[in-house]
Structure formats: structure tokens, C-alpha cells
């Protein structure tokens, strides 16, 4: 179970993040799935991120779900997520969002478009 204080102090971030899913997800929502183990949170005081594990029968791929706050703080977690990734057993990583996450330091890191999703492969 999650600490309801952690989650509420991404909740502006998450919360900022959620108006781009298109209506897919509340925060309600989100709170559950973290609740539940379906979503994981990575956060500090300026920036929040949200994982979901997704396998395939030939891929296990960490998605990137929501993230919002300070990208020089988004580019910390990333690294610490890729990290929890890898010892998961992920072999890939994934986002969806708006076209403007292609300008961001995720280029720098390997991430490259494939249609609206961005993805890179981890290694082994």
C-alpha cells in the first residue's frame, strides 16, 4: 500500500500530466493502480513519475505513464527507473505523449519516436 502523503504530494504533477491522457485516466484511478501494485511512483519534491510494467510474449517493456515537474528531476528519476527496470527484467522502455517530449533530454538517452510512442531498448 501506498503512503497517501507521497501521493499526494505528486499529485500536482500527476495531476498536470493526466490532462494529456485524453480522459483515459482520473487520478482516482491512478491512486488505485498504485494502491494496488499495477503502477509504480517515482517522485521527488519537484517531479513525479508514474511506471506501468507491460508484457508481451516476446518483450517486458517499463511505459513511462504520466510524468510531470522539472525535467533536470525527470531526467534523475528516469535513470533510476531504467535502473529498477533492467532488475525487473525489462528489456525495453516506453512512452506516450506529446510531440514535445522529443525535444526533451529523453533524445539524449536513447529514447527515438516510433509513430506517437517513444522507446528504447535496455540493454542486457
Given at each position: 500500500?501506498?503512503?497517501?502523503e507521497?501521493v499526494e504530494r505528486?499529485?500536482?504533477?500527476?495531476?498536470?500530466?493526466?490532462e494529456?491522457?485524453?480522459?483515459?485516466?482520473t487520478?482516482?484511478?491512478?491512486?488505485?493502480?498504485l494502491?494496488?501494485?499495477?503502477?509504480?511512483?517515482?517522485?521527488?519534491?519537484?517531479?513525479?513519475?508514474?511506471?506501468?510494467i507491460?508484457?508481451s510474449?516476446?518483450?517486458?517493456?517499463?511505459?513511462?505513464f504520466?510524468?510531470?515537474?522539472?525535467?533536470?528531476?525527470?531526467?534523475?528519476?528516469?535513470?533510476?527507473?531504467?535502473?529498477?527496470?533492467?532488475?525487473?527484467?525489462?528489456?525495453?522502455?516506453?512512452?506516450?505523449g506529446?510531440?514535445?517530449?522529443?525535444?526533451?533530454?529523453?533524445?539524449?538517452?536513447?529514447?527515438?519516436?516510433?509513430?506517437?510512442?517513444?522507446?528504447k531498448?535496455l540493454?542486457?
Amino acid at each position: 500500500m501506498i503512503s497517501t502523503e507521497r501521493v499526494e504530494r505528486a499529485r500536482p504533477f500527476l495531476e498536470a500530466a493526466l490532462e494529456y491522457t485524453q480522459g483515459t485516466h482520473t487520478y482516482a484511478d491512478v491512486v488505485q493502480d498504485l494502491d494496488t501494485g499495477k503502477s509504480q511512483l517515482w517522485d521527488t519534491d519537484q517531479a513525479a513519475v508514474v511506471t506501468e510494467i507491460h508484457v508481451s510474449p516476446r518483450a517486458k517493456t517499463c511505459h513511462l505513464f504520466l510524468a510531470g515537474g522539472d525535467l533536470n528531476e525527470l531526467e534523475r528519476i528516469l535513470r533510476i527507473i531504467e535502473r529498477w527496470a533492467k532488475s525487473e527484467g525489462c528489456t525495453r522502455m516506453s512512452l506516450a505523449g506529446r510531440r514535445g517530449w522529443e525535444r526533451t533530454f529523453l533524445r539524449g538517452e536513447g529514447y527515438a519516436p516510433a509513430w506517437t510512442v517513444m522507446t528504447k531498448e535496455l540493454d542486457s
